[in-house]
Nanobody, 125 residues
Framework: VQLQASGGGLVQAGGSLRLSCAAS?????????MGWFRQAPGKEREGVSC????????FYGDSVKGRFAISTDNAKNTMYLQMTSLEPEDTGVYFC??????????????????WGQGTLVTVSS
């Protein structure tokens, strides 16, 4: 699976951004779990959101619940992360990832073998 993330940029606090992750080599209609992660300078990679194609279940990290929304467009084989009410603490490099299955939690980065390059999100105060 090849993944290409895009859509990052500079936004003021309270603003919105939509990230995209285009996939090739595997379709979202097949058995796959997709996730978004972020990493701020000096911090560990953090699970932001994930979605399973098996049952369309979605999960969110506590810090983004109610503000971010994950979705997919199977026709475009693209995953999205709609981010609203952005805060300076949301600043970081955002990565998309994919796996055929997960064990403990799809918000754990060690569950994913396939990663896209990151896209930088900067939220100014």
């Amino acid at each position: 699976v090849q993944l290409q993330a895009s859509g990052g940029g500079l936004v003021q606090a309270g603003g919105s951004l939509r990230l995209s992750c285009a996939a090739s080599g595997r379709t979202f209609s097949s058995s796959i779990v997709m996730g978004w992660f972020r990493q701020a300078p000096g911090k560990e990679r953090e699970g932001v959101s994930c979605m399973s194609s098996y049952d369309r279940s979605t999960f969110y990290g506590d810090s983004v619940k109610g503000r971010f929304a994950i979705s997919t467009d199977n026709a475009k084989n693209t995953m999205y992360l709609q981010m609203t009410s952005l805060e300076p603490e949301d600043t970081g490099v955002y990565f998309c990832a994919a796996t055929e299955w997960y064990g403990t939690s799809c918000l754990r980065s060690d569950e994913y073998p396939y990663w896209g390059q990151g896209t930088l999100v900067t939220v100014s105060s």
